[in-house]
């Protein structure tokens, strides 16, 4: 999301912000009292990497950040502009809360708040957490859970709210027991492990010792020095080669849970009969307390008791005594000692944590590693496995949830101011977040055989399935539906591209127009489609309810105005023409979307589209057509080749980019048209020239001020077709009149410049590419800008011709603006087209061909070209397809990228990427063919299917023979029998007959077939040895891309011997889920006004909006979301830079947490953010954790893609400099010198990187009084800083002041050797000066290496400072002519290097 602003001055006088939004009827722009949104353009732009694409573990960046339908309501948004609206800054108040026996306390609630959330907060404190079943009363009237606070009467400051234990109900009873058999697993990570109910792990804690906020006071300041142990575990040592798997996962001392209860379970005397109801018997329970004394409790309506049954004999009557009690904590305290004493010390513990290590994430997250878990009872979790409910559903009346009901309602909830929309977007993604567990749930089921099909007649891969109304189809081509397609390979593709269209057109967010609900789950080697139900679909035949579309692609089509008025608002955003189709009777018929989306209305009167497999445009790289010849470009690197399927398509990042690439050039050529015509008419004088210019904006009043909307906004929309999205410019360039352009809509389809703020999130470096690109640009800019400044009336001819030959020769589909959009039928077999739609046609045909070029020979030169100033640093598969999607370049397209790389003359510094790239290729050819493989294999030998495939796949051992799983329910005696069991339950063991190299042999040839690459290699060895790979590094990644779950301990992957797998070694596998993420749009606006803040240097202004932004997430998302720990990680860079090291400290911990739970424990970014956490440790004079959390980030960096990896250096420089800190110098040498290493491999050897790496080891050389060495070092970074920056520069002085320090401190030396030599011991010595580094000056470094500005130090510092400061700033404008330097020394911004 670059936006070019950075040439307009931050503060815009005549530029209102209101004005931008509300042809969005985007309501108010929330203005807090104290800061102004400046100008909006700062909303579509954000300097480093906008923040989705930072974070966005998912491939889900692509979500259209989209606010309204855009149907520009100017009008709406005018009066909204006057009320303000504050977000939620009630002031809180503070009441007493007495529950029983236990002293009143006081708890801070806010007026918005439900009584529900007192009650929340009492079930969670650690005196209070044993009760479920109470009410709260206020003067003795019982207060209503879903009642506000504020619609009480008589509840003030001070109120006192009394606990009052109620009468139990079945449903209480069991949610009673529920609640405490989730206390007494708290600490228990085996849910983590197993991947259930949203919890995840996290292992933090164990480096920081859990005491990071307090531990700067308590601890003394880090200067006993003595006492730290700096010594990292051999593997973690530069130029180790083990790659331990078992580090991954340390244990965890407080998970080895104290036992309170060895069983709680429900009763076998379940449900109470008849006459034991009436005396008030709800349900009855067994348990076994860890003194072994076996009971049996009845739950009853007053309470707990003890009964008199045993296992075998039914006694219902109270034991003496019965220890009635309200609750079972207080029965089991009152039987079991050991309960009482283990369950308090559990509480105990369980408040300590950290909330973000026992909150829910909103989406599951799998670990793909785990250890051998105990399998404990569990009642409540045997009971949830039978139910087709989640558990959280046992609190909603009615029971199953209408699914589509509630998707669709929470659509149509009000948006026209803040608090609405933020209301609104919370019910979204709350709907969405329970309907992908729910349907990832059911997929599971459906394969693992769990749910009746609904045509059971029907063969298995044809039928389909509902359960808990929700729709289940498989992924292959049933019918032959696909046959022209590609078949199943086309069936298998399609549901991805419809999920696409799915996230495509809910983005675009249209007021009445409606998708589906979906989720598309790969398990065990299927694909299951998920879909919510469209109300009344089921009873009727498909060809009555589809008005709109074709349902046998094509060949019949129907279309119905409605939908056309409401897909006419999605064109421009998504960039599809309204186009005509002949349908069978060669009639002519009008639709706006591809054939194939299909429109129907449901029984709710709701207008439905589905099937948007082919929303964005064919991809023709991919799809050879007889008779069309490619672009040059395209046709020298092979294309068009031969793909699996038909379906492949454009991505929605490219069409952006695209059009955008269009927009420069067509505002090029208006702006050289126009310089000639001005050199013609010199005689004129300058200002009617002006005006002139002016007018041909205006060559069709209804298409005002169209061309010139510069790129303010075009960098996001790409379309901007209205001046809105220019008034910034315009306004920065002169006439305040620019003010009334700048509200009035073209008519031109509405345009709303949110609508198109798609998410898209590019690199930062595209746009200055493409500048570079077309030279004279700047000029042309500055044309076209004062085109617009001004509202000319008089039309003039030439001008108009100016705009037609550029919109001609851009491919606008319009002859008086710029308009790009796409035909999404081109090419499709079996769309016929009418003959007068001739010429269009042919234009259509010709973008596809020129857009599938510009993805050859734009996108994919702009990614390596950012890899190579590394401003784009993929460290992994998922970081690396995240760049690839950023920039529109599909995965099919990696062959294409590697071979590329491997013809770039720098190949040697893009070293790392190919090997990512290489090792994602193999991985997905191993997926693919892992796929097919699994889908033969039965339940019962799944493990040993899985092992065996991973031993093809990795183990040196040359001849791994399948251990065919020995039937453990056949004994020996029957075995004769076995020869003739029941045809179709017959052995499955096609499987078995892999062999390593027939697999490696698929894989080349599947790297050929599929990507176009050639591998030569025939077994892992080959591989490794060849593209210098890691065996745990492909493990990693292809239990990730397959949801496979491995034991956690060490394989000898290169053992000839023994296979490394074995199928006890498989513990587990998952499914893979693509959903739609939905997204905070108004915190994301907020979110990148505050990056733009912080980048023109307003810290406090942007700290303000990042936190504002930080609340509106958690208003939407709750607290757990990717979004929200980008947000958390730029304001602790913040805090820190403003000199708040404690809050630094806060909130990077929180972000820390919240990436090893949303993302994952070694995902690429929670590295990140380890590193940044070390650094605001060592500032807060915590040198031990901070070396700790180096050595983990450490760890997990080579986990996941080695050593040799640019990033490597920055986190190498880190640990050196707090090892030299902490006086380690031989160690701190080790890791500086790889640093100095990587640095001079990936920046080349002139780099200022290097020059510092240089100064960093001379500095421990000084340290150590070897001189020479010393001298040689800093010499080498002298005459980089000279060669780069000339004699007089600041950094050049100052290394040659150190070089003459350092020369003297030799020549001290010497003269103080030879004097020994001399006198021998009666030498008058004179004390050498050994300087041990000061922490400041550790510090500084630090904190130039992860490139802050600057710190405020202690007072006598300050002098420093300034000056410091002012060099900083030379070095930086060098900097940045020498390299993009991403953590170079002046860059405040929060770079994610891994975008």
């Avoid at 878990?373 to 558990?391: F, I, K, P, Q, W």
């Avoid at 947000?1127 to 820190?1136: D, E, G, I, M, S």
Wanted: hydrophobic share 35%.
């Amino acid at each position: 999301m670059v936006s070019k602003t950075d040439d307009i001055p931050a503060s815009v006088p005549n530029c209102n912000p209101v004005d931008l939004a509300d042809d969005a009827g985007d309501g108010a722009y929330h203005e807090s009292s104290k800061t102004r949104l400046k100008d909006s353009c700062e909303c579509g732009h954000s300097g480093d990497t906008a923040m989705v694409n930072g974070d966005g573990a998912h491939e889900h960046t692509e979500e259209a950040e989209v606010k309204q339908d855009g149907t520009g309501e100017a009008d709406g948004g005018e009066e909204s502009n006057e009320q303000e609206v504050i977000v939620i800054q009630d002031t809180g108040f503070t009441v007493k809360i007495q529950a029983p026996g236990t002293e009143p306390f006081d708890l801070q609630v806010s007026p918005q708040e439900m009584v529900q959330e007192i009650h929340q907060v009492l079930i969670d404190r650690e005196d209070t957490c044993h009760r479920t079943c109470f009410s709260l009363q206020l003067d003795g009237n019982v207060l209503d859970n879903f009642a506000e606070l504020k619609s009480i009467e008589g509840l003030q400051e001070g109120s006192l709210l009394k606990v009052v234990e109620e009468p139990y109900t079945v449903r209480e009873a069991r949610i009673h027991v529920r609640h405490i058999r989730d206390l007494l697993k708290s600490l228990d990570p085996s849910d983590a492990y197993n991947g259930v109910d949203c919890n995840s792990l996290s292992f933090l804690s164990l480096f920081t010792d859990g005491d990071l906020g307090d531990s700067g006071k308590r601890k003394k300041k880090g200067n006993d020095l003595e006492q730290i142990d700096c010594t990292p575990p051999e593997h973690i040592l530069p130029g180790s080669k083990d790659r331990p798997l078992v580090p991954l996962q340390p244990q965890n001392k407080d998970w080895k849970p104290m036992q309170c209860l060895k069983v709680l379970t429900m009763s076998g005397w379940n449900p109470p009969p008849g006459n034991r109801k009436m005396h008030g018997d709800l349900m009855y329970l067994y348990m076994v307390t860890v003194e072994e004394r076996h009971i049996s409790v009845t739950a009853s309506t007053r309470g707990f008791y003890l009964n008199q049954s045993t296992t075998y004999t039914f006694n219902p009557k109270p034991a003496n005594p019965s220890f009635l009690s309200h609750s079972l904590v207080e029965l089991l305290s009152q039987i079991s000692p050991a309960f009482k004493k283990n369950f308090t010390a559990l509480q105990k513990k369980r408040v300590q944590r950290h909330p973000f290590e026992r909150i829910a994430t909103p989406f599951q997250v799998y670990s793909w590693t785990a250890p051998q878990v105990d399998h404990a009872m569990d009642c409540v979790r045997a009971e949830d496995a039978y139910t087709s409910r989640l558990g959280y559903e046992e609190h909603i009346p009615g029971q199953t949830r209408d699914w589509n009901e509630e998707l669709q309602t929470t659509r149509e909830l009000p948006r026209k101011n803040l608090p609405e929309r933020l209301l609104r977007e919370r019910a979204i993604f709350k709907v969405h977040s329970d309907f992908a567990a729910a349907a990832t749930r059911g997929a599971m089921a459906v394969i693992d055989g769990n749910v009746m099909a609904i045509n059971p007649g029907e063969e298995t891969r044809m039928q389909m399935f509902i359960w808990n109304n929700i729709f289940f189809s498989l992924g292959f081509d049933v019918r032959d539906h696909y046959r022209e397609l590609g078949g199943d390979a086309a069936a298998h593709a399609a549901p991805t591209n419809d999920l696409n269209g799915v996230r495509a057109y809910g983005a675009v967010d249209v007021e009445g127009l409606y998708t589906l609900g979906t989720v598309v789950v790969d398990y065990r080697g299927y694909r299951v489609t998920a879909q919510s139900i469209i109300p009344g679909i089921l009873e009727r035949e498909q060809e009555q309810s589809v008005i709109y579309g074709s349902i046998d692609f094509g060949k019949t089509v129907v279309s119905h105005n409605k939908y056309l008025e409401l897909l006419e608002k999605t064109s421009r955003p998504l960039k599809v023409q309204r186009h005509d189709v002949l349908n069978e009777k060669n009639d002519s018929v009008d639709l706006c979307s591809s054939v194939e989306c299909k429109g129907i209305i449901g029984n709710d009167g709701r207008h439905y589209i589905l099937d948007l497999l082919r929303t964005f445009p064919p991809d023709l790289n991919f799809l050879p057509v007889d008779g069309e010849e490619l672009p040059p470009e395209s046709r020298h690197q092979g294309f068009p080749r031969q793909h699996r399927h038909r379906l492949a398509c454009l991505r929605q990042e490219l069409i952006e980019a695209f059009v955008e690439h269009r927009y420069l050039l067509f505002m090029k050529m208006a702006a050289l048209q126009l310089m000639q015509q001005k050199a013609n008419k010199d005689t004129k004088t300058d200002r009617p020239a002006i005006t002139e210019k002016s007018t041909e904006i205006n060559a069709d009043s209804s298409q005002t001020q169209t061309t010139a909307a510069d790129s303010t906004a075009t960098e996001v929309s790409s379309d901007s077709t209205s001046l809105t999205d220019n008034s910034t410019s315009a306004a920065s360039q002169s006439p305040p009149d620019s003010e009334e352009n700048s509200t009035t809509p073209t008519t031109n389809g509405p345009v709303d410049p949110a609508t198109t703020q798609n998410g898209e999130c590019k690199s930062p470096l595209e746009g200055k590419e493409l500048e570079e690109s077309i030279p004279g640009l700047a000029q042309a800019k500055e044309l076209a800008e004062t085109l617009v400044a001004e509202d000319g009336s008089g039309i003039d001819p030439r001008s108009r011709e100016v705009v037609l030959n550029a919109c001609k020769a851009v491919g606008s589909i319009s002859n008086t603006s710029f308009d790009i959009r796409f035909n999404p039928d081109i090419f499709s077999p079996g769309v016929r087209f009418p003959d007068d739609s001739a010429s269009d046609v042919q234009k259509q045909k010709q973008l596809l061909k020129d857009a599938a070029a510009f993805l050859v020979s734009c996108q994919i030169p702009s990614l390596v070209k950012d890899c190579l100033d590394h401003s784009t640093l993929p460290m992994d598969g998922a970081t690396l397809t995240e760049a690839l999607h950023q920039r529109g370049i599909n995965a099919r397209y990696l062959g294409t990228v590697l071979e590329f790389v491997d013809k770039t003359p720098a190949k040697a510094q893009l070293e790392h990427f190919y090997r990512i790239g290489i090792s994602e290729l193999i991985t997905r050819c191993a997926k693919h063919i892992f796929k097919t493989y699994l889908q033969g294999v039965e339940l019962s030998a799944l493990s040993a299917a899985v092992s065996h495939f991973l031993n093809c796949l990795l183990s040196s051992f040359p001849d791994a023979v399948a251990h065919l799983p020995l039937d453990e329910l056949v004994s020996r005696r029957k075995s004769r029998k076995r020869r003739n069991r029941v045809p179709g339950s017959g052995d499955n063991t096609a499987w078995a007959s892999l062999t390593p190299s027939e697999l490696w042999k698929n894989i080349a040839s599947e790297a050929q077939s599929y990507y176009h690459f050639t591998i030569q290699c025939e077994s892992a060895d080959q591989v490794v040895e060849k593209y210098g790979l890691q065996k745990s590094t492909l493990l990693r990644e292809i239990s990730i891309k397959t949801g496979i779950q491995i034991l956690i301990k060490e394989y000898n992957f290169d053992s000839r011997h023994k296979p490394a797998f074995t199928e006890e070694d498989i513990l587990n596998i998952f499914p893979v889920v693509k959903h739609v993420n939905p997204k905070a749009s108004d915190a994301f606006h907020f979110f990148q006004s505050g990056q733009a803040k912080v980048q023109q240097g307003f810290l406090k202004e942007g700290c303000e909006l990042i936190n504002e932004a930080l609340n509106l997430f958690n208003n939407v998302y709750g607290p757990m979301h990717v979004e929200i720990c980008a947000c958390l990680r730029l304001l602790a860079r913040l805090n820190y830079i403003m000199g708040d090291h404690a809050e630094a400290l806060s909130n990077q911990q929180k972000a820390v947490l919240m990436s090893e739970r949303v993302l994952g424990i070694e995902h690429p970014n929670t590295i990140q953010e380890y590193m940044h956490l070390a650094l605001y440790c060592f500032a807060n004079g915590q040198l031990s954790t901070a070396l700790k959390l180096l050595y983990r980030a450490r760890y997990l960096m080579l986990l996941v893609c080695g050593e040799d990896h640019p990033e490597m250096a920055l986190l190498d420089s880190n640990i050196g400099l707090v090892l030299h800190g902490v006086m380690e110098y031989d160690l701190s040498l080790r890791f500086l010198e790889n640093a100095l290493a990587i640095n001079t491999k990936y920046h080349g050897p002139r780099s200022l990187k290097v020059a510092l790496s240089h100064h960093l080891v001379a500095r421990v050389y000084e340290s150590k009084a070897e001189f020479r060495s010393a001298l040689q070092h800093e010499k080498e970074g002298y005459t980089i800083y000279k060669n780069q920056m000339g004699e007089a520069h600041e950094k050049t002085k100052e290394s040659s002041e150190y070089l003459k320090y350092l020369t003297q401190q030799a020549v001290a030396l010497q003269r103080t050797m030879n004097e020994i030599y001399k006198n021998g011991s009666n030498a008058s010595i004179t004390p050498l000066k050994f300087t041990a580094p000061s922490m400041a000056s550790i510090l500084e470094q630090l904190n130039i290496i992860n490139g802050i500005i600057f710190i405020p130090l202690s007072q006598k510092d300050l002098e420093n400072l300034k000056a410091e400061v002012q060099r900083r700033q030379q070095l930086q404008e060098l900097g940045k002519s020498e390299e993009p330097a991403e953590d170079g020394p002046l860059e405040l911004d929060d770079k994610i290097p891994i975008d």
